[in-house]
Antibody, heavy 118, light 109 residues
Framework: QVQLVESGGGVVQPGRSLRLSCAAS????????MHWVRQAPGKGLEWLSF????????FYADSVQGRFTGSRDNSKNTLYLEMKAVRAEDTAIYFC???????????WGQGTLVTVSS | QSALTQPASVSGSPGQSITISCTGT?????????VSWYQHHPGKAPKLIIY???YRPSGVPNRFSGSKSGNTASLTISGLQAEDEADYYC?????????FGGGTKLTVL
């Protein structure tokens, strides 16, 4: 069955970098679009990035454009999110998710917590 | 990129019906019939419960229904059950990207 497992979260100091991973199983990420979404404490879901399999490129929210970079390793069936120059407001649970066939998100991971603090 | 607007909370008693609204703009809800809804129990993975405004994925009870009028989409849960207590999020296509609502906490009294 489809499974997404995020890892790499933890406590990071402001201005530093962190790389999150999302290991997929039950399907091949090479043929699916994939999203990163986050949830800050007490807040709602915020869409961050989308990798389009058709266009082979990433799209980003304004809030992370230029600081976050999405990538994938198809041989490991794993998605990555490189976070640079992190800020306190980047503190959140980060979810990876699979793009569904109806402009929806059909499978999600359970998320990994990133805490930006000195 | 502003989020879609949802009420912060709704509540209902078991067996009752509730409706959660989701208001967007011409950049998203108005011009696309690609509204989806997600149920999220904190600590777990969010779950898709409605796609394309009103369609249910396999396995989602027909107590969950969706609709749209103008710039507002709605999720209705009928015959409330205790396990429906969760956070609910709407989402819409916005160009090539997606936008989510701020979330609504459903309390089953």
């Amino acid at each position: 069955q489809v499974q997404l497992v995020e890892s790499g979260g933890g406590v990071v100091q402001p201005g530093r970098s962190l790389r999150l991973s999302c290991a997929a199983s039950g399907f091949r990420i090479s043929v699916y679009g994939m999203h990163w979404v986050r949830q800050a404490p007490g807040k709602g879901l915020e869409w961050l990035s989308f990798f389009s399999a058709e266009e082979n490129r990433n799209f980003y929210a304004d809030s992370v454009q230029g600081r976050f970079t999405g990538s994938r390793d198809n041989s490991k069936n794993t998605l990555y999110l490189e976070m640079k120059a992190v800020r306190a407001e980047d503190t959140a649970i980060y979810f990876c998710a699979r793009d569904g066939p109806h402009w929806d998100v059909d499978y999600w991971g359970q998320g990994t917590l990133v805490t930006v603090s000195s | 990129q502003s989020a879609l607007t949802q009420p912060a909370s709704v509540s209902g008693s078991p067996g009752q019906s509730i409706t959660i609204s989701c208001t967007g703009t011409s950049s998203d809800i108005v011009n696309y019939n690609y509204v989806s809804w997600y149920q999220h129990h904190p600590g777990k993975a969010p779950k898709l419960i409605i796609y394309e405004v009103s369609y249910r994925p396999s396995g989602v009870p027909n107590r969950f229904s969706g609709s749209k009028s103008g710039n507002t989409a709605s999720l209705t849960i009928s015959g409330l059950q205790a396990e429906d207590e969760a956070d609910y999020y709407c989402s819409s296509k916005r160009s090539i990207t997606r936008v989510f609502g701020g979330g609504t906490k459903l309390t089953v009294l």
